[in-house]
């Protein structure tokens, strides 16, 4: 993955610098992300399987769709980008509802790696089949169906499959408005 640079923003989201990502990560600046998460007609929701040579969480389950804010990029133009990169589907701002803005704080020691984020969280009410996704070359791994049911009962199997900041209470504010969206 290329080393690029990023917004790094202060504890109001407030751009205040740039850095290049490796030490963003490293020194654990906070800068911005988005997730997109992908509903199903049955309200499924649709994860995607990280790739083996991410540099945080390789092969664990994450958002549909998900990155880097790149510096001069708002929340909303980077979750659209990152869907047309990350499953080849082609979406509009309109097309995107906001759940939640989060702060989180996710450490991955072995790795030598902290991300502070503020995380924008978007959903998608996808209509196409599962195969119809398109992997992303060299970062993701596939596609994978699992009901919301499931994720929010903390179902044993599935939690050790899952990025770990998708279930530590900073993110309890995404599951809350996902259930309100997709009245669960």
């Given at each position: 993955m290329a080393d690029?640079?990023?917004?790094?923003?202060?504890?109001?989201?407030?751009?205040i610098g740039r850095q290049l990502r490796s030490i963003i990560?490293?020194?654990?600046?906070?800068?911005?992300?988005v997730h997109v998460w992908f509903a199903t007609k049955k309200n499924e929701l649709i994860f995607q399987r990280r790739?083996?040579?991410?540099?945080?969480?390789?092969?664990?389950?994450?958002?549909?769709?998900?990155?880097?804010?790149?510096?001069g990029q708002d929340y909303m133009k980077a979750a659209v980008a990152e869907v047309s990169e990350e499953t080849g589907v082609h979406v509009s701002r309109h097309m995107?509802?906001?759940l939640a803005k989060v702060d989180i704080?996710?450490?991955?020691?072995?790795?030598?790696?902290?991300?502070?984020?503020?995380?924008?969280?978007?959903?998608?009410?996808?209509t196409g089949e599962?195969?119809?996704?398109?992997?992303?070359?060299?970062?993701?791994?596939?596609?994978?169906?699992i009901p919301l049911a499931d994720v929010l009962a903390k179902r044993g199997d599935l939690i050790n499959q899952l990025v770990p900041g998708l279930l530590?209470?900073?993110?309890?504010?995404?599951?809350?408005?996902m259930r309100d969206v997709l009245r669960v």
């Open positions: 690029t640079y990023l917004s790094v923003v202060d504890t109001d989201d407030v751009v990560h490293r020194e654990g600046l906070r800068h911005r992300e790739g083996p040579h991410k540099d945080t969480y390789p092969e664990c389950l994450d958002a549909t769709a998900g990155g880097h804010v790149e510096e995107l509802t906001p704080l996710q450490e991955d020691p072995p790795r030598h790696v902290v991300n502070r984020v503020y995380r924008m969280v978007y959903l998608y009410r996808y599962l195969a119809d996704l398109q992997v992303e070359q060299g970062d993701g791994g596939g596609f994978l169906v530590e209470p900073a993110y309890a504010p995404v599951w809350k408005s």
